[in-house]
């Protein structure tokens, strides 16, 4: 996607129609904004996953060679951890401060949720339940705008939960097949479809930020 959407009176074509109009045309310049920071976090985090991946497996199969190579008798003391295990610390700490912006990510979208949907309660009390009857912008009803805010951020919540349960295996798992999976899933993201990212250009389509 394109660089940051920054709200001014240039691209407010519509901000002195309504308060509605201004509000939701900001909303949607901060939802473009909070993927591309999203979609910058989830790049930074993946080589750190893919690190803790390899210190995870090198350490375990190092393991299984030393019991091959040098089996414990009876009165044999148990070996030292190595570095490796600080170096895995700190790399579980590096993918965990990544995770905990990516949370506060995800927070601000609950505002944004919270905010269209202040929107919409104020259009059903001033023209009923069937809102207004002249669009806003080009064709979407204030209901339309109130869905696809909520589609955007199911689709991050899920995702969001995902990465959070992959950080709580990712270091204790010891088989490179689920490592694989577990790695292809924070690579990919399979909660944020493209069609999650086509929701999102349509929005900025429909409140002017993108031209039609």
């Known amino acids: 996607m394109e660089g940051d959407i920054t709200v001014t009176s240039s691209n407010r074509k519509c901000s002195a129609v309504s308060g509605s109009t201004r509000k939701i045309k900001d ?21 750190i996953a893919g690190n803790i991946v390899n210190l995870r497996l090198n350490s375990s199969q190092s393991r299984q060679q030393q019991q091959v190579d040098e089996p414990l008798s009876p009165l044999s ?10 170096e895995l610390q700190d790399e579980c700490c ?6 905990n912006n990516m949370v506060v990510v995800v927070m601000r979208m609950e505002r944004l949720m919270v905010s269209q949907r202040g929107v919409l309660d104020l259009e059903e009390f001033q023209f009923g339940p069937e809102g207004r009857k002249v669009p806003l912008f080009h ?9 696809s805010f909520r589609v955007l ?13 992959i950080l709580q295996e990712l270091a204790h798992t010891v088989t490179s097949d689920l490592s ?20 999102l250009e349509a929005l900025l389509l429909e409140t002017g930020h993108r031209p039609l």
């Open 153 to 165: 951020l199911d689709s991050f919540r899920q995702e969001l939960q995902l990465k959070q349960t």
């Open 94 to 99: 590096k993918l965990q401060d990544i995770l």
């Open 27 to 47: 909303n949607a310049a901060d939802w473009h904004n909070l993927l591309l920071r999203w979609e910058r976090l989830s790049e930074e985090s993946f080589p």
């Open 180 to 199: 694989m999976v577990y790695l292809s899933c924070w690579l990919h993201q399979p909660f944020i479809p493209p069609q999650t990212r086509m929701m």
């Open 77 to 86: 003391a148990p070996s030292q951890p190595t570095g490796g295990a600080a």
């Open 139 to 147: 064709s979407w009803t204030t209901k339309q705008f109130e869905n």
